[in-house]
């Protein structure tokens, strides 16, 4: 790598010194060593699971070791895919307190967020290695090999991230500068460390200092979400208990081989196709036909284009990255603002949170217990609802639109365009119907799909980039790396509330509320809102899905209905700025700068917290296709 291509990767001004090349040039080898793997891992885990669907569906010869070698790559493609992330600057972090700061403190801010996860991988590297070496002893029942063989992705990729995080230390930051960020981070460490004996006897104060003090903090400062957890939940076993600290390392690493957990990076990898492949485009074209002549219409296609493409890839990023570009010309052809566009898509975004197979409806399924089958039927009708909301905030805006330029389509183009769309809206319905008849389960199934859009992609729209597919397998790694290490960190943060007791006090408190399941309900609502804009909705879940799903039941909340209010909630928190992630993804997606949508936003939140509020209000609306 040159002098002149380092500066363009890294995006500062000044020139780059001996030390930054070869730490470019040192992390661009390591990131082609840890991509490969990744990508072959990810199309390994599609070849086994589509195995196991056709043997056991198709033969009635089930493979017994299929889900057991699944388990085992899943752990390393999670591990491999964090480091890519890494690499890349993908791990998700709130970047909005950061962003607003001087160019000189936001450079220094962002070498202490560098700093901070090499302190924690510093820290876990030790325990990592030693927990692998203690699953030597189990031998996994299939395929009677010792557990070790999955347990040692672990330290693998905790080597390999330590690694990275040098080497872009390294790369961002002058000698002061880097000094100055490694020694605050050490000081904190040591800080910690010194206080242990004092902290010990503060019971559950602690839980404020590293839990809520220490993670509001370390967010805030733009450290990524994965790691001010794991610094957090690390710090907090080391210093004010005797537990070991391999316990952080084992309860990340249940949290992050749940076998349902699988179905993230292969719909990651299903929603990069159905763009690909040109599905997506023609169901947006179908949309466009049928009602592009109305006032307002294109937005109408945009509320139901992310509906239909929310079904099949269960990734907001992959969705909006499917339907905006697709869109947004024609949108703006006709005069619509880039402001109103991007606010559109980020309420959509939230309105399509409970649509299968989402992702955060396969997670609250993992984590609480509630039927993943039953959340998929549960979450259609909400999203329907939210989606009518968003259509009333529409036709308002543009009652007064000027349509003397635009052509009705003709109902031969319409038919025309549906005819070519039908293979693509037949998916979702595929997959659905996949999961409810058994032929596969909620994990497998993203198998048929990817299988289904490479056949359609190949006979039927005609169009597959093979130069693109390994690309494609990288980013759904790296994707599902900084997704599933964010949940291997909460989990490990849950255990610690848990044991604490807080569990129980939390539950005490939220019994203890007037009102019983009303009160419950509209705590619930804003609590999560406030955790969607900063935790994202995944972690949040995780986090507190086991703690206040017991307590809703004991209230006689159905558990459904509780769960499609919960993510609906997240969702409007993810998607709301100033401090939703999920809106600064749309705006980078639409190449539209955030400060335009700031404004119109605030309708469509609105219309979203009225249609949340008839969700909440009205049981059946989650619950009567059960």
Known sequence: MTAQQYQEL???????????????????????????????????????????????????????????????????????????????GEHMRMTAVVGALKPQWRSLLDLVAIAAALAFLLLTIAPAYHFAAEEVWVTTPALEIPNAWRAAALPVGIFFMLLIATLRLLQKGGLRQIVLALLSVSLVVAAVTLLGPGLSGIGNWNLLLFFVFGVGVMVFLGVPIAFSFGLATFGYIASTTTTPTMVVIGRMDEGMSHIILLAVPLFVLLGLLIEMTGM???????????????????????????????????????????????????????????????????????????????????????????????????????????????????????????????????????????????????LPFLIRAAVIEGVATATEVSTIGIAYTVVAGLLIYRRFEWTRLYPMLVDAAALSGAILLIIGAATSMAWALTQSGFSTELAEIMRGLPGGAITFMAV?????????????????????????????????????????????????????????????????????????????????????????????????????FL
């Open 280 to 426: 997506a485009r023609a169901m947006v074209s179908f949309l466009a036909n049928l009602l592009g002549h109305v006032r307002g219409g294109l937005s109408y296609v945009l509320i139901g284009a992310m509906y239909l493409v929310s079904g099949i890839s269960g990734s907001k990023a992959a969705d909006m990255a499917a339907v905006a570009p697709a869109l947004f010309p024609e949108m703006q052809k006709r005069g619509a603002k880039p402001g109103d566009l991007v606010a559109l898509l980020s309420a959509t975004g939230a309105q399509t949170e409970t649509i299968p197979p989402s992702i955060v409806l396969i997670t609250i399924g993992s984590v609480t217990g509630v039927s993943i089958a039953a959340l998929f039927t549960g979450g259609l009708l909400p999203a329907v609802i939210l989606g009518l909301t968003l259509a009333a905030v529409v036709w308002w805006r543009y009652r007064d639109e000027d349509l003397s330029s635009i052509r009705r389509a003709s109902w031969k183009e319409i038919v025309s365009s549906f005819i070519i769309a039908l293979p693509a809206i037949a």
């Open 524 to 624: 619930s609502v804003l609590a999560f809102i406030i955790l969607g804009s900063v935790l994202e909705g995944i972690p949040a879940i995780v986090l507190f899905g086991p703690l206040l799903f017991p307590i809703a039941r004991d209230v006689g909340l159905h558990e459904v209905h509780y769960s499609i209010v919960v993510i609906l909630a997240m969702g409007m928190g993810l998607f709301a700025p100033p401090f939703g992630v999920g809106y600064y993804a749309a705006c980078a997606i639409s190449r539209i700068k955030p400060d335009e949508g700031m404004k119109p936003i605030i309708g469509y939140m609105i219309a979203l917290l009225v249609g949340l509020i008839v969700v909440a209000a009205i049981p059946w609306i989650s619950t009567g």
């Open 10 to 88: 890294d995006g500062h001004d000044r020139p780059p010194t001996g030390i930054a090349l070869w730490a470019a040039n040192a992390e661009r080898l390591l990131g082609l060593i840890v991509e490969m793997p990744a990508a072959l891992l990810l199309l390994a885990e599609v070849v086994v699971l589509m195995m196991g669907v056709i043997w056991r569906y198709a033969l009635h010869q089930p493979l017994i070791w299929s889900d057991e070698l699944a388990g085992i790559l899943f752990l390393w493609l999670a591990m491999f895919g964090a480091v890519v992330a890494l690499r890349r």
